[in-house]
Structures are given as structure tokens and as C-alpha cells.
């Protein structure tokens, strides 16, 4: 045993010698090779629940396997002790694999450093085994408020996944989701929406609709406050009346978000370069209790073909971006990559 230990030592020594200082340094370097290490897992996670929709059998019964996660933690965002091993065999060995691939990938660079990503990756994989799968993210909860739109993941924004199993696959960075496209729920949630008599309102009424499961709500015909209730996500797609009229709708949001279960979302979309909406969308943007999103209409003598632009509009919700105008590169680049891949 002393002859194959050896070597190893003298590999790990050969970088630099292991003192207090080395291994802090290494601790630290090691925080961000394990994020990177959780994303190999999220597009496996995605896989796995696309090869359940798969029209082959045996890749619905690979992708079906990782079911056992959501019934530990199901669609009511509670755990399920029945199938806590399950859920340990089939969900947290398996999302451990990924992690420790990738050390062992990074020892062929630096073994010192593959050594403290595996063992950073080893303490956390003990401690959630410890917990029986009641992590942070893992763990009741009767009202769902909205997550803090940042690149890291929260125990808040992966609750959404268990709603809404076809998005959200990010844990604990957010980068998958962003490129790929699933950080917002399309298929589904409910929609509503207030000027959808518009061009540009009817061409994203009309996107929603081929996306989403449920029909879309038009709140122009149905303007009570009472129809909030029945819907997800609020779309202010109409500014030709001012931010006045749209106060109204954002006004009961916030107060219907301190009633419900599930966080409300808004998109708002705004004039390009308006100070009129600014003061709006700034309040807004800040909002407790509200996922918002704003999104800048192109004006000028070549405005965005409404079609065009709504295509881009979902592009940009389904990153979960905002305030990016409908004409600049992130839209462009993200609407083109639906394409490639049929949205």
C-alpha cells in the first residue's frame, strides 16, 4: 500500500509544499471549480428529464428513474419520506458522479487542486446524505415567494423546478438555464395579458399560445383586478396610455402577491429610451413579492416587425433578462438559437 502512496505524495508535493497557507488558498480555489462542477450536473439533470419525453423506451426509462426526486420533493413543495432512498439512489449518487469526474479531470492539471475540489465535493455530498436529502433546497415550504434575480441559484428558485419539472434545471449557478433557455417557465403557466389588441401584444399572445398548455387571458376584456387569480404571469404589452394605467395593474399584483402561494410574474414592456416609464420601471425592478421583467420597445423610423420583435421578447424571459432592448445583440443571439432548436 506504502509502494503505491508513494508516488502520490511526491506528485502532490512536487506542486508546492502543504502548509496552512497552501491548503487555504486551495480551499478557496476550490469554491469556484466546485459551481463549475455543478453545471456538468444540471445538463444531466436536463437530459434526464428529456430523455423521459423521449419516444425511445429505454431512454424514458433512464430519464424515468430520475423521478424518484420529484416525489421525494413534489409538485406541493413537500418531502415525501416514502421515497427518501429512492431519492438517495437515484437522484443524489448519481448528481454526485458528474462532480467527482470532473476532480478527477482536473487532477490531470493539478492534483493539489483536483484533491481540494473532490474533497469540498465529498464534504457537501456527505452532509445532504446526513440530512437524508432535506438540504436547504429540499425542505417544506408552504408559500413560495419570489427569488432575487441573480446569477446564483437559491433554494427559492429551484422550488420553481419542482412546480414547473420542464425548467429551471440550474442549482447553483444560473449559466445553463441562461444559454439554454430554461429559466423561464413557458409550457406551463398560466399568461395574461393587457394590450393584446396591439400588433405587438397579439404576436406575443400568439407565441405564448403555441408554447403554453393553458390559454391566454386577455385582461382587456376582463379588466378586474379579481382576474389576477387566475393567472401566473401578467403581460403589460400596450404603453400608449401612459404609466398611469399600467400603475393600476401593478398596484394589485402587490397586492395579491401577499396572498398567494406562488410568486406573480410581470413583464412590462416600455418605450426605447423613455423617461416617462423610467421612474416605473425603477420602482419596480426593486419590487418585493414580484418577479418583474421590462423590456424596451425599438422606436424610430425602422422599428422591430412586431413578430420579430415578441420572438425576441421570449427569448430574453425565457434567460431571464430584462431591460435589454429588443434590437441589441443578447436578443438577436438568443431568438436566433430558439430557432435552431424549434421554439
Request: with cysteine; charged share 20%; net charge neutral.
Amino acid at each position: 500500500m506504502s509502494e503505491l502512496l508513494h508516488p502520490l505524495t511526491e506528485a502532490i508535493l512536487a506542486e508546492a509544499p502543504v502548509n496552512a497557507q497552501r491548503v487555504v488558498f486551495l480551499f478557496f480555489a476550490a469554491l469556484p471549480l466546485w459551481l463549475f462542477s455543478t453545471v456538468l450536473f444540471d445538463v444531466v439533470h436536463w437530459s434526464l428529464h428529456w430523455m423521459a419525453r423521449s419516444p425511445w423506451r429505454l431512454l424514458r426509462f433512464l430519464g424515468g428513474l430520475h423521478q424518484a426526486h420529484h416525489e421525494f420533493f413534489g409538485a406541493d413543495l413537500q418531502t415525501h419520506g416514502d421515497y427518501r432512498f429512492r431519492n438517495m439512489v437515484l437522484h443524489i449518487v448519481p448528481e454526485f458522479g458528474p462532480q467527482v469526474l470532473f476532480s478527477f479531470a482536473l487532477m490531470l492539471c493539478s492534483l493539489q487542486l483536483g484533491m481540494a475540489t473532490l474533497a469540498l465535493q465529498t464534504l457537501i455530498f456527505v452532509r445532504i446524505v446526513l440530512q437524508g436529502g432535506n438540504d436547504a433546497y429540499h425542505r417544506p415550504i408552504d408559500v413560495l415567494t419570489a427569488y432575487p434575480r441573480r446569477w446564483l441559484g437559491t433554494a427559492r428558485y429551484h422550488a420553481l423546478h419542482h412546480l414547473y419539472p420542464h425548467s429551471y434545471f440550474s442549482a447553483y449557478v444560473l449559466v445553463f438555464d441562461r444559454l439554454l433557455g430554461t429559466a423561464c417557465d413557458l409550457e406551463a403557466r398560466r399568461f395574461g395579458v393587457v394590450g393584446g389588441q396591439s400588433d405587438f401584444g397579439r404576436e406575443v399572445a400568439l407565441a405564448i399560445g403555441r408554447s403554453s398548455v393553458h390559454p391566454v387571458v386577455d385582461l382587456d376584456s376582463a379588466p378586474s383586478l379579481d382576474a389576477l387569480k387566475r393567472i401566473d404571469v401578467l403581460m403589460l404589452l400596450d404603453t400608449a396610455e401612459g404609466p398611469l394605467s399600467q400603475s393600476r395593474w401593478l398596484d394589485g399584483c402587490r397586492t395579491l402577491s401577499q396572498e398567494r402561494k406562488r410568486p406573480l410574474e410581470v413583464w412590462l414592456a416600455v418605450p426605447e429610451h423613455s423617461h416617462e416609464w423610467n421612474g416605473l420601471v425603477s420602482k419596480w425592478a426593486l419590487a418585493s413579492g414580484v418577479i418583474f421583467r421590462s423590456f424596451e420597445l425599438p422606436s424610430g423610423p425602422q422599428p422591430l416587425a412586431p413578430e420579430i420583435a415578441a420572438q425576441r421578447t421570449l427569448s430574453l424571459a425565457r434567460r431571464d433578462r430584462s431591460g435589454f432592448l429588443l434590437n441589441g445583440n443578447s436578443a438577436r443571439l438568443a431568438a436566433r438559437f430558439d430557432q435552431l432548436i424549434g421554439r
